[in-house]
């Protein structure tokens, strides 16, 4: 047997696979890659803008060492509590003049009777169609214009007529009423530079004698 | 035991003669072959361009950001001054394809910067002079290739321009001190990894 007899289909093979093998390389060898050089220098400097402590009270600062950073916490030392000590909401109680410790711009306000009116159209700090009263001491903590008052207008619940209270800005004059009256309605009033504004009401309420 | 002496010396003697009889057959002749290569130089198509924010202020007194582009437009040096926390450097430069046809590019970082533990320092090329989507994201403090193989290169396309960023986080309990990043912007018209170029 002629040895090219023998090897003459793995050589067409090796032959067909060598050229099968040079197309699929061609590409992979005729790539051509280009080298641009890019260097990128760091210089730190120090912060041209750090931080500080303005060292308010109540204001807690951590600066970070280079004063880049901060950790900041605010206490809030005031816990807002209504405290009414005073059996204000009852209209009987001013009927014979004000509770010890409570003062009005008008001492002349609150001398009315059991019966009537409490001075029937009195003006004490507002206008003429509302009265206001307040507490000498002031109840919220961090503001020295805020006291819960009595609005007082009437004794009767009928039409027209209210009892409840208020919380009043004695700085500027202007308050807020929560009132029963006027036909058994919860009426809440918001009043501004005299001119009042109902803001909510609710009917079919009354009161009781404080017994 | 003289004769035994004697074998080594006879065998390493033999072994000599052998090897300069054959090493001057070798040398003795020689056959040329001609191979002509041909090179005619073209002009880059991929070229550095300065940012809308090259050469402008920089942190810390008379700094600026400095960006030198090489007279052929194909190599670039960076000169940024980070400061504590983070720093963002917008459009320092620009990455053109001035050809007809789409490049791929691979960034390879041969030197890695150093920074302080927990420093973050890498370059952002998008795809776009503004705005656009980001197509490398390089990380300046490692040595390797982005795309990091098996992935592709990304294509330019043809007439594109895009944008180079840079981000640097120091961290504020650390002594930075200045360093550099040696890089290489690979293009190539196939989409194959790059290999490494030969010392």
């Given at each position: 047997?002629?040895?090219?007899?023998?090897?003459k289909?793995?050589?067409?093979?090796?032959?067909?696979?060598?050229?099968?093998?040079s197309?699929?390389?061609?590409?992979?060898?005729?790539?051509?890659?280009?080298?641009?050089?890019?260097?990128?220098?760091?210089?730190?400097?120090?912060?041209?803008?750090?931080?500080?402590?303005?060292?308010?009270?109540?204001?807690?600062v951590?600066?970070?060492?280079?004063?880049?950073?901060?950790?900041?916490?605010v206490?809030?030392?005031?816990?807002?509590?209504?405290?009414?000590?005073?059996?204000?909401?009852?209209?009987?109680?001013?009927?014979s003049?004000?509770?010890?410790?409570?003062?009005?711009?008008?001492?002349?306000c609150?001398?009315?009777?059991?019966?009537?009116?409490?001075?029937?159209?009195?003006?004490?700090n507002?206008?003429?169609?509302?009265e206001?009263?307040?507490?000498?001491?002031?109840?919220?903590?961090?503001?020295?214009?805020?006291?819960?008052?009595?609005?007082?207008?009437?004794?009767?619940?009928?039409?027209?007529?209210?009892?409840?209270?208020?919380?009043?800005?004695?700085?500027?004059?202007?308050?807020?009423?929560?009132?029963?009256?006027?036909?058994?309605?919860?009426?809440?009033?918001?009043?501004?530079d005299g001119?009042?504004?109902?803001?909510?009401?609710?009917?079919?309420?009354g009161?009781?004698?404080?017994? | 035991?003289?004769?035994?002496?004697?074998?080594?010396?006879?065998?390493?003697?033999?072994?000599?003669?052998?090897?300069?009889?054959?090493?001057?057959?070798?040398?003795?002749?020689?056959?040329?072959?001609?191979?002509?290569?041909?090179?005619?130089p073209?002009?880059?198509?991929?070229?550095?361009?300065?940012?809308?924010?090259?050469?402008?202020?920089?942190?810390?007194?008379?700094?600026?950001?400095?960006?030198?582009?090489?007279p052929n437009?194909?190599?670039?040096?960076?000169?940024?001054?980070?400061?504590?926390?983070?720093?963002?450097?917008?459009?320092?430069?620009?990455?053109?394809?001035?050809?007809?046809?789409?490049?791929?590019?691979?960034?390879?970082?041969?030197?890695?910067?150093?920074?302080?533990?927990?420093?973050v320092?890498?370059?952002?090329?998008?795809?776009?002079?503004?705005?656009?989507?980001?197509?490398?994201?390089?990380?300046?403090?490692?040595?390797?290739?982005?795309?990091?193989?098996?992935?592709?290169?990304?294509?330019?396309?043809?007439g594109?321009?895009?944008?180079?960023?840079?981000?640097?986080?120091?961290?504020?309990?650390?002594?930075?001190?200045?360093?550099?990043?040696?890089?290489?912007?690979?293009?190539?018209?196939?989409?194959?990894?790059?290999?490494?170029?030969?010392?």
């Amino acid at each position: 047997m002629k040895w090219y007899r023998v090897k003459k289909p793995f050589f067409i093979s090796s032959l067909l696979l060598l050229i099968l093998s040079s197309i699929l390389l061609t590409p992979v060898f005729s790539s051509v890659f280009t080298y641009n050089p890019l260097v990128a220098s760091l210089q730190p400097v120090p912060p041209p803008i750090v931080l500080q402590d303005p060292s308010i009270p109540g204001v807690s600062v951590s600066l970070g060492s280079e004063r880049a950073s901060a950790s900041i916490t605010v206490s809030l030392p005031y816990s807002y509590s209504l405290v009414i000590s005073q059996d204000v909401i009852y209209y009987t109680t001013f009927d014979s003049g004000l509770p010890t410790n409570w003062v009005d711009p008008d001492p002349t306000c609150w001398g009315g009777s059991t019966t009537a009116w409490v001075r029937g159209s009195i003006t004490c700090n507002a206008n003429s169609t509302y009265e206001v009263a307040y507490y000498n001491t002031p109840i919220v903590s961090n503001t020295s214009t805020f006291y819960v008052g009595a609005y007082v207008r009437s004794n009767n619940l009928g039409g027209g007529r209210y009892v409840g209270i208020t919380l009043y800005d004695r700085a500027t004059g202007n308050y807020y009423i929560a009132a029963i009256g006027n036909g058994n309605r919860l009426n809440i009033l918001r009043c501004v530079d005299g001119s009042c504004d109902l803001k909510a009401f609710a009917t079919g309420l009354g009161l009781q004698p404080n017994t | 035991m003289g004769a035994r002496l004697k074998k080594p010396a006879l065998a390493q003697s033999v072994a000599l003669a052998i090897a300069i009889i054959l090493s001057y057959a070798f040398a003795s002749v020689f056959v040329y072959y001609p191979v002509t290569v041909n090179l005619s130089p073209v002009n880059p198509p991929i070229k550095f361009i300065g940012g809308s924010n090259a050469n402008q202020s920089d942190l810390g007194g008379s700094n600026t950001i400095g960006v030198i582009i090489g007279p052929n437009s194909t190599s670039l040096t960076l000169y940024l001054h980070p400061t504590i926390q983070h720093n963002y450097y917008r459009d320092v430069s620009r990455i053109e394809n001035t050809d007809s046809k789409a490049y791929y590019i691979t960034v390879r970082v041969n030197t890695p910067a150093g920074l302080p533990s927990g420093s973050v320092a890498r370059l952002l090329i998008y795809d776009a002079p503004s705005g656009g989507s980001i197509a490398i994201d390089v990380n300046l403090l490692t040595t390797e290739d982005t795309p990091t193989p098996p992935a592709s290169p990304v294509a330019i396309p043809a007439g594109a321009v895009w944008r180079i960023d840079l981000y640097i986080l120091i961290p504020e309990d650390s002594d930075p001190s200045g360093t550099y990043a040696e890089i290489q912007l690979i293009y190539s018209p196939s989409d194959e990894t790059p290999p490494e170029v030969p010392p």
